[in-house]
């Protein structure tokens, strides 16, 4: 047998056969998930499909994130079909307030190494954190998904990215690496192909840095990202899938963690990558911290590190969205809600809010934004005439402590 790729290996035993890259087969799926953006499109063609049971209604999940609570009556109609399709099927079910479905679906441990999963949400390749091949796909896919327990893939080519390194410069955590990434991939570098991680840092990235790597490999244009599981600690035991010494690769980067310095992305592109430094004193009005990317404690801390004791300005508002319900229910224990509360921060409902633009927090005509969230593209916060600049909670936590874009570090 050739040498594989992680991607190549979970396909292969999934399948019953070695499969490489190109190839195109029939995957059965470990478990799969739609949001209310999403979910209702799914429901609709399953039953068009003649579908009236799941194939594994024990690992399908239908979750309640992209506008929750519900902001108008059509939206309250469809999150309404989708209590009644859980009801009916057994689905698992997690109303608003649950959280964002990527982080919902780590919290519970819904997916797990080795594992192939399905999401109707182009960020699903987050869970490769975990060592599992999961991927983004449309609503109609989703519901064959639901109707076979199957569904057909191209095993895709893989990037090799190495993390070199042993720790990383005061202020940078691993949003600026994965900007970092995204500058030399590019938007639609990976397209169709598998990022992969390797290198000595991962033995010092939590699971939460994990996710924030695999998270935008969406703005690279991926098919999926997984990290190698050195280092990986989850509260169970698994098998990990590691990739062979002689696999191939489309193309080997190399990055020196040791050299990254905060990073930003400019309006209005997700691989428009610069130096926090190089844009310091552009003032601000409006600073986020939330989403699939950035909503974890990990984040919150970091903030809260940098803002305590201290008080937002008048003419500055930072917004912050928990992402899931476990995660604010920590920030409550360990005080950091309190310090981000204290300094000025609103707290709003754990959920995808300001980061698709159509639910909470819709920036003014004209204004500057900084969001730790993972696009920037015209018009995505809800208003094509503000500006978004992409970077880290820390950075976005100086930013709006100074009302103007400020390399972090804990001193600030």
Request: charged fraction near 20%.
């Amino acid at each position: 047998m050739l040498p594989q790729t992680i991607a190549e290996k979970i396909l292969s035993k999934h399948v019953g056969k070695p499969v490489y890259a190109g190839e195109l087969c029939v995957v059965p799926v470990d478990g799969a998930m739609a949001t209310d953006t999403t979910g209702p499109l799914a429901i609709k063609a399953f039953r068009e499909m003649g579908g009236e049971r799941l194939a594994n209604p024990e690992r399908f999940h239908l979750i309640i994130d992209h506008a929750a609570p519900a902001p108008n009556e059509r939206i309250a109609n469809l999150h309404r079909m989708m209590r009644s399709f859980a009801e009916e099927t057994g689905c698992h079910f997690y109303d608003i307030g649950s959280g964002i479905c990527h982080q919902v679906m780590v919290d519970h441990h819904r997916v797990n190494p080795g594992e192939v999963f399905m999401g109707a949400d182009s960020h699903t390749p987050t869970y490769g954190a975990v060592n599992a091949l999961a991927c983004g796909v449309g609503s109609t896919d989703l519901a064959a998904v639901m109707l076979t327990g199957k569904i057909w893939l191209k095993v895709p080519s893989s990037i090799r990215v190495n993390l070199h390194g042993h720790h990383l410069r005061e202020g940078v955590s691993a949003k600026d690496i994965v900007l970092e990434v995204v500058k030399h991939i590019t938007i639609s570098g990976a397209n169709y192909q598998s990022v992969e991680y390797h290198g000595e840092l991962l033995h010092y990235l939590s699971l939460s840095d994990r996710m924030v790597l695999c998270n935008m490999v969406a703005e690279m244009g991926a098919k999926t990202g997984i990290v190698s599981p050195e280092g990986l600690q989850l509260p169970f035991n698994f098998e990990p899938v590691f990739a062979d010494k002689e696999a191939v690769y489309t193309r080997v980067l190399d990055i020196e963690a040791e050299t990254i310095h905060p990073r930003l992305a400019i309006p209005h592109s997700p691989d428009n990558i610069h130096d926090v430094s190089a844009y310091a004193g552009t003032p601000i009005t409006y600073g986020f911290i939330g989403t699939c990317t950035n909503g974890r404690l990990q984040d919150l801390q970091s903030a809260a590190a940098i803002l305590k004791n201290k008080k937002i300005p008048s003419g500055v508002r930072l917004v912050i969205a928990p992402a899931s319900r476990q995660v604010l229910l920590d920030a409550m224990k360990d005080g950091t809600l309190q310090i981000l509360i204290e300094a000025g921060a609103s707290i709003i409902n754990s959920g995808c809010g300001p980061c698709v633009g159509t639910h909470d927090g819709v920036p003014g005509d004209g204004e500057v934004v900084i969001s730790a969230a993972n696009r920037n593209f015209k018009g995505r916060m809800g208003n094509p005439r503000s500006d978004i600049y992409l970077a880290s909670p820390a950075t976005v936590a100086a930013s709006v402590l100074y009302g103007r874009i400020t390399v972090p570090n804990q001193s600030n």
